[in-house]
């Protein structure tokens, strides 16, 4: 009502505005002078101003992707305690909002005849410790010089990404150089790690499997077309797509890409709250993970 008044009080006059509408034109002011000066506004008033500045600066923080149940997480874990409907609210008020996923295409090319590995994972994408279970997967992304082809490797533990790499042709030397990098950062025990991807033809690639070979990681492969098979990745690939590619294109080349799916890996590894880890970042949940194992062997 009072949005209204202010929209067509050059027109019409607050005072007959007042006359048809149940307020007084002495309320309507009051109600002005308290926006004017908010040392003059209700005490409710004076904090959802507080909770407003506090709310933007969440959601600017974190790629501008939370919507108001994870921007009501961050403010408990940086110490401010509100209901999630005040959240709701005033996020309504200040027209911010999260990112909604859509839907994926595919970009498995299977080879239906080559042979590849069991499916040592069969939908179950959990993990007692790090360095358990990888899963792999990658996604396309169009340019103006192109398309380029982003690559993941999660660690299912915690939802880590530990290898990742973009590139303009989706050969297997670029899936490859993803798990390089993985293997370098994360330098697992030989024996005790599975990497589970989809059929795509280049991760059933020689190259890919002797190197997984070599490294003592046992290889795991999907269904064919399946995509619960290969879910978890898949989600990664999602997420990357909502909260990086839609929102900030369009991209004008690979460089372009690659930076910025740098700066994204780096908030989601260390800042992006997870709900299936308990609503805390990846790194946050290996080293609780780290931290507990050394407790009991020192309690040992």
Known sequence: MIAFIDDQREVYGVEPICRMLPIAPSTYHARVARRADPARASPRARQDLVLMEQIRQVHAANFGVYGARKVWRQLAREGTMVARCTVERL????????AVRGKETRTTIADKAAPCPADKVNRQFRAPQPNVLWVSDFTYVATWQGFVYVAFIIDVFARRIVGWRVS?????????????????????VKGGLIHHSDRGGQYLAIRYTERLLGAGIEPSVG???DSYDNALAETINGLFKTEVIRRRGPWR??????????????WFNNRRLLEPIGNIPPAEAEARYYAAQQEIALAG
């Open 91 to 98: 996020m309504r008020r200040v027209g911010l909002r999260g």
């Open 168 to 188: 303009r042709t989706a050969h297997a030397d670029f899936v490859l150089d993803a798990l390089e990098q993985a293997l370098h950062d994360r330098r697992p």
């Open 223 to 225: 269904s064919v077309g």
């Open 253 to 266: 080349s690979l460089e372009a890409v690659e930076f910025a799916t740098l700066e994204w890996v780096d």
